[in-house]
C-alpha cells in the first residue's frame, strides 16, 4: 500500500538508462537465505518499495514468502530493495534482464514502474501486490495482479474497536493511514463501517500522514486523535505507522496493527488487520514453476481464503465479544454481510 509516484516520461527515461547499461539497484541485492544464485534454480526477484524489509509488516511479509519460497520450492530468490521511487524501474528491468522467472513488485507505488518494464520485457511473468492488473497502463498481459479485499478485515477489526468502545463509553476511535489510496482506504472504509455498525453512535476520527518511513508524523496525529477523545488508534502506514502503536503505548490507549501480526509490539496492540501478502507470494512462484501463472489477470485473497484476518486478539477483550466477532467473519465469508465500503468519504 503505497502511493506517489512519478511521471510516464520520468518513467520512460529511467528505463531508457536501465537498457543502455547506465541504471542500478540503488538499494542494493539481498539473498533470500544462504542460497548463492545457482543457475539451475528458476530466479525469483522481489523488488520492495521504499519501506525496505525492515517495516515490520507489508516489505518484511513479502521476504518471509519468498523465502518460504526458496526452502520450499527450491528456487534462487533474490531481493532488491528500493531506497527511493527512482529505483523501482533499475530494480525491476535489471531482474528481467538476469533472467528471472518471475519478478515480484511490492506496492501500489510501482504500479506505473512495473507497467513500463513489463511492456519493455513481455517474456517475463511479472506479480505486482496491492495493484489491479487492468488498471496497468497499456494492460500488460504478462502481468498478475495480487489484491486483497482489506474492506473485509478493516470491517472486524472496526466491529472489534466498535464493541469496546460501546461497552466502556468511549465516544471516539481514530486511524492514521500513510496516504490516500485504495488498499489504504479500503481498510479504513472497512474499519469504520464495522465501528458504525456495532455502535452506531460512535465518532469518527481519520488522518493521512502523506509518509510511509517517518514514525514521529504518524504518533503525531494518532496523538491529536487521542487528544480529541480516540480510544482506539488503527495505524494503516507501513513503517510510519509504528509511530501509531507507540503513541498509544504512551497514552494508555489501545492501537490496531497493519497487515502483519503486530501483538509483538506490546500489550497496548488490541488485534491486527492482517493482509497475507507471504501467502500471495508464495503461491504466486507456486503458479510459475507448476505453468498455471495467469498474467492478464489478478489474484484475490479474502477472508474466505485467508488471505486477510484478524492477528491475536488481546486477552484483555472478553470472550463475548471475541465470539461476537467471529460471528461477523463467518457471516461476511458466507455472504450473508456484502457490499463493505470501499473508499473513504
Not at 96 to 107: E, K, N, P, R, T
Not at 147 to 157: D, I, M, P
Not at 327 to 343: D, E, F, H, L
Amino acid at each position: 500500500m503505497r502511493g506517489r509516484i512519478g511521471t510516464a516520461a520520468a518513467l520512460a527515461a529511467a528505463l531508457a538508462a536501465v537498457a543502455a547499461g547506465c541504471g542500478g539497484s540503488g538499494g542494493g541485492t539481498t539473498g533470500a537465505g544462504s542460497a548463492t544464485g545457482s543457475t539451475a534454480k528458476p530466479l525469483v526477484v522481489l523488488v520492495t518499495d521504499i519501506g525496505q524489509l525492515n517495516d515490520h509488516g507489508f516489505n518484511q511479509l513479502a521476504y518471509a514468502g519468498l523465502k518460504r519460497a526458496q526452502h520450499g520450492l527450491g528456487i534462487d530468490g533474490r531481493v532488491y530493495q528500493s531506497a527511493s521511487s527512482q529505483d523501482y524501474i533499475p530494480n525491476l528491468a535489471r531482474a528481467a534482464q538476469q533472467g528471472a522467472a518471475l519478478v515480484v513488485s511490492v506496492g501500489f507505488d510501482q504500479a506505473n514502474a512495473i507497467a513500463t518494464v513489463a511492456k519493455k520485457y513481455p517474456k517475463t511473468h511479472f506479480a505486482i501486490v496491492d495493484v489491479d492488473q487492468h488498471d496497468l497502463t497499456g494492460n500488460p498481459q504478462n502481468v498478475e495482479g495480487l489484491v486483497f479485499s482489506e474492506q473485509e478485515v478493516g470491517y472486524l477489526a472496526g466491529y472489534l474497536a466498535g464493541l469496546l468502545q460501546k461497552q466502556g463509553g468511549g465516544a471516539a476511535i481514530g486511524s492514521v493511514g500513510g496516504e490516500k489510496q485504495p488498499p489504504v482506504d479500503r481498510y479504513i472504509a472497512g474499519y469504520q463501517a464495522g465501528a458504525r455498525k456495532a455502535d452506531p453512535g460512535i465518532r469518527l476520527l481519520n488522518a493521512y500522514s502523506q509518509d510511509w518511513v517517518d514514525q514521529a508524523k504518524c504518533k503525531v496525529d494518532a496523538l491529536n486523535q487521542i487528544q480529541a477523545g480516540a480510544n482506539i488508534v488503527f495505524q494503516v502506514a507501513g513503517g510510519c505507522g509504528l509511530g501509531v502503536i507507540d503513541a498509544a503505548k504512551e497514552k494508555g490507549v489501545w492501537a490496531i496493527g497493519v497487515d502483519a501480526d503486530q501483538s509483538y509490539l506490546g500489550s497496548q496492540v488490541l488485534t491486527s488487520a492482517m493482509k497475507r501478502v507471504d501467502n500471495s507470494v508464495y503461491d504466486t512462484i507456486s503458479q510459475v514453476l507448476d505453468g498455471s501463472f495467469k498474467g492478464g489477470t489478478n489474484s484475490r485473497f479474502s477472508l474466505e481464503n485467508d488471505g486477510v484476518g484478524l492477528g491475536k486478539i488481546s486477552p484483555k477483550v472478553p470472550q463475548a465479544l471475541v465470539q461476537k466477532v467471529e460471528s461477523v467473519r463467518r457471516q461476511i465469508v458466507s455472504g450473508a454481510i456484502s457490499g463493505i465500503p470501499t473508499t473513504v468519504k
